[in-house]
């Protein structure tokens, strides 16, 4: 995990490797990487949400759906079938910003997301992104 200064002193590509490990959309990353020096770590929190919200839903999508898959064979069967219904149904994965609840509570979470038209599910998607990535990068960067 680097420093904010390391994180500076990356090569573009290295910048690049960096942010797109906080968020899968190609566009955020680069342009993070673009920005670069930042000052502080608030300042690239700043600069994520700006950019953020200047992706158009392409962007985002792409985001979205290469965000990980939550959990594994470990989830309950039930739980595991609705995530990919949910997959099958929006195009990307189910995306809740950490700390994720119990299982049972997540598949709640799930079923009630599933019954959500497109695009209201999308826009709450991209608002659970949004935090996951700013925890991705108070994760990483270390100061």
Known sequence: MPTLDELNALPPDGAYKFFISCCGSSRWALSMASCRPYWSVQVVFNAA???WQCLVDDDRREALQHRPAIGGEELPHALREDLEYYRTKFGYEFSL????PANTELEVTVRRR????ARAEFELACGEELATLRGEIRRKVTG
Do not use: F, G, R
Request: proline share 27%.
């Open 49 to 51: 949400d700006v950019i």
């Open 114 to 117: 599933l019954e959500y038209p």
């Open 97 to 100: 910003a950490p700390p994720l």
